[in-house]
Structures are given as structure tokens and as C-alpha cells.
């Protein structure tokens, strides 16, 4: 890539709120419309109006000390003490430990849902996957599973030519679209693991919400991402919906607070433990639970004997 699509790559893929979540700052923002606001970590004061972030646009701006604005990049280079290779490397680490984020033009921030969802056209034709590919096989996922859960391989050409897809609907089951999971290393690290369909509302539900009962007594179990659903499917804990990323949206929230227990399994990578730090900081449900997932590994990675023994009540 040249500095210019590495540079342009950075601003669309990396949020904000991904910079101030790796410093341990995020907590102490607060939403105020299409903003959060708090202290600011350029100039380390403590006024909690300081710095403003609009998650949209995804800009920011001090109005004390700094008195001075900009974009992602500009916000990693002075975070770095202006050092253009550490802020480089920084920004590279975070692309690639945030890829299943959507890109921007397509990110769901929680407000102003109806904007969003008319952009948005279901896609409500049926695709034939194959759920016979190694990339399943070597999650331990069975073929029955993959197909249960309307997933496979797209041998075919557009938007899912070579991924694995999953089938999106909306809370009631109707279908949405498909997203799919890039397979091609190079695409991962250009253009992120995941392709959403475009305007999707991914912030307005919960991946396999209609399968599952909300107000059952085993409560719900919130993961990252789709092939985790399945695998606690395969272990015998049928109650799992999935984020698809670590951010959570007050319609998701809203969803959540159903079930009378919410167990957080996210993945064990550094974004997956920051986040369940900020969740729990923020007091994602009243009866929350948390199981963290080994170090450097994702729940699809874990057999189902020992997922069976993380998820055992205690
Ligand atoms: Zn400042």
C-alpha cells in the first residue's frame, strides 16, 4: 500500500474510541449525542468536558489546553510523543487487531438508528454454502452445525467471493443478507477479516437472536463472533448470540437486559480483554458474568469439553 491508502486505510478502519480503549481511557467517557465526551489524554487534564469525540465523523477536538482538533491519526501521532515510526506501528497493531470492525461509512455508533436502517436494501435470496470447507473442519465445527446455522463457503463470484458466509436476519428471523469472513490473508490485511452488506444495522441486534430464548433460566451468552455461537452450540449451551466485534450499542444493550443472567465470553486477545474490562466498568448487565477466555485464543478454539467446563454454573 502507498502512505497515502495506508494512511487512508488507518482513518477508515481505526475509531477513536479504539485508542482511547487501548490507553484505559474510555471509561471515562459519557455519550452526549453523537459525541463522547471526557478528560483530555493529549494534554492529561481532568476536566471531564475537555475533549470532545464525534463517533460519526470520527474526529476529536480539546477545547482547554490543546485548543486544537483532527482525526485518528493525528490523535495516535501526539499520543506517541510525535514520533511518526511509533505512531505507524501503533496505528498498524490496532488495524489489524480491530478487522472486524465495519469500516466507517458503514459503522453502527447506537443513535440515530433510522438513518441507517433505510439506507439499508435485506438481500432475501438463499445462497448455497458449502459447510463441508477445511475452515470449519479445523474449528472442529461439524457440517450439521455450519448448516444449522444457514453458514458455509461462497464459491461463487461478488461481494462473498472467497469467504465463508454467514446468513444475517433481523430479531424475528427474517433474513437480511449475508456477511462473510474473509479467507485470503492479503484481503484480511488490506480490507479487515469481515464484508458486511452495505448500511447493514449491525448495531441493532444480536447475531442469532431469533434461535435463541432470551428469557430462558440459563440466561444468555454474549460472544464476539458467529463461529463461537456455534461451537458453544456443539458444547450443549444453546443460549449464545454473538456482537460481531466488542462494541456494544444501547439497542443491544436493550436486548440484553431480557435475560435474567448475561455470562461475557469474549475473545482472549488483547481487544477481546480490554473489552470485557470496559463492559464490566460500565455495568453491562445487573447479573453479569464473566468467563475469560485463555489467553491468544477464541471460544470456536476450545473444545467442547473445555467449554463445557469454563461455562459450568458455578
Ligand atoms: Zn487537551
Request: proline fraction near 8%.
Amino acid at each position: 500500500m502507498s502512505h497515502s491508502a495506508r494512511w487512508r486505510h488507518w482513518r477508515t478502519r481505526i475509531r477513536i474510541v479504539a485508542i482511547l480503549d487501548a490507553i484505559g481511557r474510555l471509561q471515562e467517557f459519557r455519550v452526549r449525542g453523537p459525541r463522547l465526551v471526557g478528560p483530555c489524554p493529549i494534554h492529561g487534564g481532568d476536566n471531564p468536558q475537555a475533549f470532545s469525540v464525534h463517533q460519526e465523523r470520527n474526529l476529536w477536538f480539546c477545547f482547554t489546553r490543546c485548543r486544537r482538533g483532527g482525526n485518528v491519526v493525528d490523535l495516535a501521532w501526539l499520543l506517541s510523543a510525535q514520533s511518526w515510526p511509533r505512531t505507524a506501528r501503533w496505528l498498524e497493531q490496532l488495524a489489524m487487531a480491530s478487522p472486524d470492525l465495519t469500516p466507517l461509512e458503514t459503522s453502527q455508533t447506537g443513535h440515530d438508528p433510522g438513518e441507517r436502517s433505510r439506507l439499508f436494501r435485506p438481500y432475501t435470496r438463499h445462497l448455497l454454502l458449502d459447510p463441508a470447507h477445511p475452515f470449519f473442519r479445523k474449528l472442529g465445527l461439524t457440517p450439521e452445525t455450519v448448516s444449522r446455522f444457514e453458514a458455509g463457503a461462497w464459491h461463487g463470484k461478488g461481494l462473498l467471493q472467497r469467504t465463508v458466509a454467514v446468513r444475517l436476519h433481523d430479531l424475528e428471523g427474517n433474513p437480511l443478507g449475508y456477511a462473510g469472513r474473509r479467507l485470503d490473508p492479503a484481503e484480511v490485511r488490506d480490507r479487515g477479516k469481515w464484508t458486511w452488506p452495505p448500511h447493514f444495522p449491525k448495531g441493532d441486534g444480536l447475531w442469532n437472536w431469533h434461535r435463541i430464548d432470551p428469557d430462558g433460566p440459563a440466561g444468555l451468552v454474549l460472544v464476539e463472533g458467529p463461529w463461537s455461537v456455534m461451537k458453544l452450540w456443539q458444547a450443549d449451551v444453546p443460549n449464545t448470540v454473538a456482537l460481531g466485534g466488542v462494541y456494544v450499542t444501547q439497542a443491544q444493550r436493550r436486548l440484553m437486559a431480557r435475560a435474567r443472567q448475561l455470562t461475557l465470553f469474549l475473545d482472549g486477545d488483547e481487544v477481546g480483554q480490554a473489552a470485557t474490562t470496559r463492559l464490566v466498568a460500565q455495568g453491562l448487565h445487573s447479573r453479569l458474568r464473566v468467563i475469560q477466555c485463555p489467553s491468544g485464543t477464541d471460544p470456536a478454539d476450545l473444545s467442547e469439553t473445555a467449554l463445557a467446563r469454563l461455562l459450568e454454573p458455578i
